[in-house]
């Protein structure tokens, strides 16, 4: 019997030794270190300037290498001018001929002969949350067309449609301008020849 409990606390005896040096043998926890706050970028101030494409500058759209010798609509964008009018833009590469229609819910604007350029060019713009005549813009590939659906808040307030050339980007606008109180938004620039 006596044999039998002496190796039981022998065995025990050498499981707690063995036990007791692998705890002195671990490798002690790496130093941790501070923790590095992620560096912010500042918001840009309320009056920093539109980095944006717009008929109010000669910004050129993303990646004008892959606009090529094709017309391309390189741009859907909306705006405020300086006078509160609201309008709806397009920047084309090329004037090129261009129709409208009248549709249930609101304007559809056919580019013939025209490509985009950018996957991102074909995201809807939802303007639905804005104070603004229009809700959505959606510009979609038609054949060898591009068709621009311009959704409004009441479908009877027509904008109106007019081209200007900007002389030193080499690029091109259709605008859809709508009405801001008594007048309609004056003009940015030199109109193009397809509106003489």
């Known amino acids: 019997m006596r044999s039998r409990v002496s190796i039981w606390i022998a065995l025990w005896s050498v499981a707690w030794v063995a036990a007791a040096q692998d705890t002195a043998t671990a490798p002690p926890n790496p130093p941790t270190s501070p923790v590095t706050p992620t560096p912010t970028v500042p918001a840009a ?5 539109y980095e944006g494409v717009s008929p109010l500058n000669t910004n050129e759209p993303p ?3 892959r606009v090529g010798q094709a017309r391309v609509l390189t741009w859907p964008g909306f705006e405020r001018n300086a006078d509160g009018c609201f309008r709806v833009f397009f920047q084309l590469s090329d004037p090129g001929p261009w129709s409208s229609e009248k549709t249930e819910t609101g304007l559809a604007i056919t580019f013939k002969n025209t490509k985009t350029h950018l996957r991102n060019t074909t995201r809807p713009l939802d303007m639905s949350y804005f104070d603004a005549p229009v809700t959505m813009v959606a510009v979609k590939r038609k054949h060898k067309d591009v068709v621009a659906e311009i ?3 009441d479908p009877t307030q027509m ?9 030193e980007t080499g690029y091109h606008f259709l605008l859809a301008e709508f009405k801001c109180a008594e007048n309609m938004a004056a003009p940015i620039v030199k109109k193009s020849n397809a509106d003489k």
Request: proline share 25%; net charge neutral.
């Open 63 to 65: 990646f004008p290498e």
């Open 159 to 167: 904008p109106r449609l007019r081209t200007i050339s900007q002389e």
């Open 45 to 49: 101030p309320p009056d920093a300037p």
């Open 151 to 153: 959704i409004l808040r």
